[in-house]
Structures are given as structure tokens and as C-alpha cells.
């Protein structure tokens, strides 16, 4: 049995590297800005309905793809599907989209590990609230700086791969998720005990539906719908190493209460700090590299602890979502090709850190490159959370619910008949009418938004 077939050797193990897939720093900072700048309360309850009943959906619909099949996305379609060999081009698309997503990803982890440094040496401490901003700037434009940094996260990303799926990533997930979980919650016992912390958490917590608007809820179905790390494929190749006697809706079930109770977990550990010292909670990106470090420094000599246990959980639910994004890449090049798995991971890392460098350059050495009027990092980004996404997604429940064989897919969940699928016509209708709509209408209201930004 190759190390691909190989698979995971238990439902912890599967659970806990597919949740470290699912929280990414989207978790740590977009989930809790979005949910208090949309209604706090109102917003999650819409969060829940949209993730359980359409997020959890995708993630389902993937697991299946991937465990009948045992082949990444490059050969699962076809596999699924032999008689329509053009649905190939659909897993293409989602190992590309991999390659695209973590060659931005490293750029921003790279960002993470400099600070976990910055704050250890006690540099950031030693910055007035009024050079915070201009460090992070200095560092984004610094002409090697960023791609040092992004070298050593990826290089770490790769060893892990290197172990394979059980010494590797089943091994290092099981260690990674609960000191993120650990810390996470220091971070929250921290932030609550500090002075008018309930601020915070009222402005997380307390419904105000005045601020649901339309916009509100389609960020909150977008939210749910991009959370768990569906739409890339890389569910399809985590399906194919659970084990074939788990049960995949309790699994999808796991995943995704867990990866929503870090995000909700995560806003409870910054938001009352931002309160208590008087900082902007609608501060987007620049909320964890320039308005955090002003907290943390702002609470004298523990400051420097905290902002090293932040940044320190930030790199790890960085790291837990590139290994699954590298992984993806990795199993496609050893399925498609006599590569072995160690020099396809090397092979592959290459590439990332090729890709990777020019983004990280994009707002230094290579500012004057624009792509579209916008900066190699922006093309990017946009790719990243407008475009390839949606669209591997869109192709996948369409896949699922309109070609693969329904007795195949009740097959699957039922494992071979041995369990009860009470679920499965609310299931079956969720994948083939609701969750291409609503992937539709998050594509073209993003494709609207990017075009026309001012109406």
C-alpha cells in the first residue's frame, strides 16, 4: 500500500487534521471583524444556519468524492464519473487553485513567524503606538525580509509533508489543534478578566439586526461557504485517507462545529482587549499587524507574553492550512507521475516558494509590477477569494449532484449499507439546488463588488 492509499489511521487523527485544514487565519481575524461589524449575534446565527446547512454540505459532498474514489481531485472526478472524462479539467482546476491560494498563504504566514520573532526580542514592545504601522510597512517593502520568512514557514510546512500522512500530518495535527485550542482559550481568560472587556464582548455577542443588511448576510453565507476549506480540492484528498468505516456526517459534523467554536473562541480573545485600550475593531488586516501589537503593548511587561502566545497560534493555524494545501499538490504529483513522495514534496515546494517570493515582493522590489491595476499580491488575492474558489466549488456540487451516481453516493455514506441515513433527501437537496445557488450569488455579488467597489 503507497503512502497516498495509505491513509489515516484513526477518526482522531482524520478529524484533527481536517479541522487544522479548516482553521486558518481567516478564523483568527476576518470571522470575528465581519461578526461585529454585521450584528454581532444576529450575524453568527445566520453564520450557523449558512455553515451547518450549506459549508458542512460542500465538506460532505467532498469526503464522498474522495473516499470512493482513493485519488485526489486530478483523478477523482473521472473515477466517479468514467464514462465523462472532460470533468478531469474540474480537478485540475482545484490543484491549481491550491498552488494559487498557499503561495499566497505563505506570503501572510511569513508576515506571522517575523512577528512571533519581533515580539520574543521585544522589538514591537519597544515601538510607540505611532511606528507600529510604520514597522509593518517597513517590513512588507523590506527587499528580502518577507521572502526569509516565508522561506523558513514553508520549508517547515514541507518537513511535515515529508513524514507522510500518518507520521507526518496525522501526527503533527494531533499535537497542533489542542495547543491551538490551549491557547486560544489562555487568550480568552486574558482578554474577559481585562477592564470593560464586556464591551467587546457585546459588540460580538449582542444582536443587532439594524446591521444584518442584505450585505451582511450574503458575508456571512460567504464566510460559511469558504471557512472550511472547500472549493480547492483539499477535502477531496483528506476524503480519501479517512478511514473507510468512519461515518462521514459526524466527521463533517466535527469539523465544522469545531472549526466554528475557534473563530467564535478567537473574536472573544481579541475583541474585549481592543476594547479595554480604546483601539478600532473595524481594523481588517491591519487589526492583527497593527492595532494588536498596540494592545499588547499597552498592558506593560505581560504585553510581551501574550503577543508572543498570539501570534505563536496564528502561525499555527497558518501552518495546519498550508500543510493540507501543500499536501493536496504533493498527492497529485505522486499520483500523476513515478515521483516518489520526497522529491515531489521538493519539487512542489520549489514551485510555492517561486510563486510565493514574487508575491511577497509585490510591495517591495516589485511594486511597480501591476497586474490589471492592481499589485501581483492583490491579482492574487482576488483569484484567491473571488474567482477559483467559487468556481471549483460551483463545479463540484454540480458534479455531485447532477453526474455521480446516486446509488454510489448512498453507497458511501451509508458504508455500504452498515449505517442509517436519515438525512439524505434534506442532504441530496441541499447539494443540488440550494448550494449552487448560493455559490452563485457569492460569486457574481463578489465579481460585482470587485468591478464596481464605489456602488
Not at 342 to 353: E, G, P
Not at 430 to 455: E, G
Request: include cysteine; glycine fraction near 10%; charged fraction near 10%.
Amino acid at each position: 500500500m503507497s503512502d497516498k492509499q495509505q491513509g489515516f489511521s484513526s477518526s482522531f487523527g482524520a478529524i484533527m487534521a481536517a479541522v487544522g485544514s479548516a482553521v486558518g487565519l481567516g478564523n483568527i481575524w476576518r470571522f470575528p471583524y465581519i461578526m461585529g461589524q454585521y450584528g454581532g449575534g444576529a450575524f453568527l446565527l445566520v453564520y450557523l444556519a449558512f455553515v451547518f446547512l450549506i459549508g458542512m454540505v460542500l465538506m460532505m459532498t467532498e469526503f464522498v468524492i474522495g473516499r470512493r474514489s482513493q485519488h485526489t481531485p486530478a483523478k477523482a472526478f473521472v473515477y466517479n464519473r468514467p464514462d465523462r472524462k472532460g470533468w478531469r479539467f474540474l480537478g485540475y482546476l482545484c490543484v491549481f487553485t491550491c498552488l494559487m491560494i498557499i503561495s499566497q498563504y505563505v506570503v501572510l504566514s511569513g508576515w506571522t513567524t517575523n512577528y512571533i520573532v519581533d515580539s520574543a526580542t521585544g522589538t514591537l514592545a519597544s515601538l510607540q503606538t505611532s511606528e507600529i504601522g510604520t514597522h509593518f510597512s517597513n517590513f512588507i517593502t523590506h527587499p528580502w525580509l518577507p521572502v526569509m520568512y516565508l522561506i523558513i514557514f514553508t520549508v517547515i510546512t514541507a518537513v511535515i509533508i515529508l513524514g507522510g500522512v500518518q507520521k507526518g500530518i496525522e501526527a503533527v495535527s494531533k499535537v497542533l489543534m489542542p495547543v491551538l485550542l490551549v491557547l486560544v482559550l489562555v487568550l480568552c481568560v486574558r482578554s474577559i478578566t481585562l477592564p470593560n472587556s464586556s464591551v467587546g464582548l457585546s459588540y460580538l455577542f449582542s444582536p443587532d439586526f439594524s446591521k444584518l443588511s442584505g450585505e451582511g448576510v450574503l458575508a456571512a453565507l460567504g464566510q460559511a461557504l469558504f471557512s472550511l476549506s472547500v472549493g480547492m480540492g483539499t477535502m477531496i484528498v483528506y476524503g480519501s485517507y479517512i478511514p473507510a468505516n468512519d461515518n462521514i456526517f459526524k466527521t463533517a459534523m466535527l469539523i465544522t462545529a469545531s472549526d466554528t467554536l475557534i473563530a467564535v473562541l478567537a473574536g472573544v480573545a481579541i475583541f474585549p482587549a481592543v476594547f479595554s485600550f480604546g483601539q478600532d475593531p473595524a481594523s481588517g488586516p491591519g487589526l492583527v499587524f497593527q492595532v494588536l501589537p498596540t494592545v499588547f503593548n499597552s498592558m506593560g511587561g505581560i504585553g510581551t507574553v501574550f503577543a508572543v502566545m498570539f501570534f505563536f497560534l496564528l502561525a499555527l493555524a497558518a501552518l495546519t492550512s498550508a500543510i493540507s494545501l501543500l499536501e493536496t499538490i504533493v498527492a497529485w504529483l505522486c499520483e500523476s507521475s513515478s515521483v516518489n513522495r520526497y522529491k515531489s514534496t521538493i519539487i512542489v515546494t520549489l514551485v510555492v516558494l517561486a510563486v510565493g517570493s514574487v508575491c511577497a515582493l509585490s510591495d517591495g522590489l516589485l511594486s511597480g509590477v501591476k497586474i490589471l491595476n492592481k499589485s501581483i499580491f492583490g491579482f492574487v488575492d482576488d483569484l484567491n477569494s473571488i474567482y477559483l474558489p467559487p468556481i471549483c466549488a460551483i463545479g463540484t456540487v454540480i458534479f455531485f449532484g447532477w453526474q455521480m451516481k446516486k446509488e454510489d453516493i448512498i453507497d458511501e455514506l451509508s458504508n455500504h449499507g452498515a449505517l442509517k441515513i436519515g438525512y439524505f433527501k434534506a442532504f441530496y437537496f441541499l447539494v443540488r439546488y440550494v448550494a449552487p445557488i448560493a455559490l452563485l450569488v457569492v460569486l457574481f455579488t463578489s465579481i460585482y463588488a470587485s468591478l464596481f467597489p464605489n456602488n
